[in-house]
């Protein structure tokens, strides 16, 4: 069965990074993109960006663009989210997903990755 | 960027009984609209794509409506595992969007 298998939770200060990885086991990872989404508390889910799996290619939504680096590493079938200069509103979960294929809708997700952002 | 409004935020339903959840957009997007069910510390699941198409493996007491601007999940008995947050998702524009949540709790 399909798994996306998220790393544990972090506590990062404001400034420093975090990386959160996501292995994927079940389907055959390179046939659909992965996408890193997250929620702060009492807020929507919002989209931060995704990677093709096929050619590595990725894209950034515009509020996290030059902040976030995501990859692939297909080896180990694991996606990772890499998200720089910390503040404290970055604390949120943290999720990953499986686009589902040609449409825009999200069918396997990880259990979320909670980082908090504190001095 | 398009708004997604759930309503209620809160709907307290007993057992057994039929629950009603919609969600309105804030400009067409068609039949473009996911529904997705989350417990906390679990991953959320996706129930419902194009509007009205049941996801792999959900049970058929779950169902979708709807087109244009408004939408509705409908969860014909509710089953004690049912209790959870919901979100609707719409992907007919970029970027795409999330509702708030109604969160379906034991009456």
């Known amino acids: 069965q399909v798994q996306l298998m998220q790393s544990g939770a972090e506590v990062k200060k404001p400034g420093a990074s975090v990386k959160v990885s996501c292995k994927a086991s079940?389907?055959?990872?390179?046939?659909?993109?992965m996408h890193w989404l997250r929620q702060a508390p009492g807020q929507r889910l919002e989209w931060m960006g995704w990677?093709?799996?096929?050619?590595?290619?990725?894209r950034y939504s515009r509020d996290f663009q030059g902040r976030v680096t995501i990859a692939s590493d297909t080896s180990a079938n694991t996606v990772s989210m890499e998200l720089r200069n910390l503040r404290s509103a970055d604390t949120s979960v943290y999720f990953c997903?499986?686009?589902?294929?040609?449409?825009?809708?999200?069918?396997?997700w990880g259990q979320g990755t909670l980082v908090t952002v504190s001095s | 960027e398009i708004v997604m409004t759930q309503s209620p935020d809160t709907l307290s339903v007993s057992p057994g009984e039929r629950a009603t959840l919609s969600c309105r957009t804030s400009?067409?997007?068609?039949?473009?609209v996911a529904w997705y069910q989350h417990k906390p510390g679990q991953a959320p699941r996706l129930l419902i794509y194009?509007?009205?198409t049941t996801a792999t493996g959900i049970p058929a007491r779950f169902s979708g409506s709807g087109s244009g601007t408004e939408f509705t999940l409908a969860i014909s008995s509710l089953q004690s595992e049912d209790f959870a947050v919901y979100y609707c998702?719409?992907?007919?524009?970029?970027?795409?969007?999330f509702g708030q949540g109604t969160r379906l709790e034991i009456k």
């Open positions: 997903a499986r686009l589902a294929g040609n449409a825009w809708y999200l069918d396997y």
């Open positions: 194009g509007a009205s």
């Open positions: 990677i093709n799996t096929g050619d590595g290619d990725t």
């Open positions: 998702q719409q992907y007919s524009s970029w970027p795409y969007t």
């Open positions: 079940g389907f055959t990872f390179n046939d659909h993109a």
């Open positions: 400009q067409s997007v068609s039949s473009k």
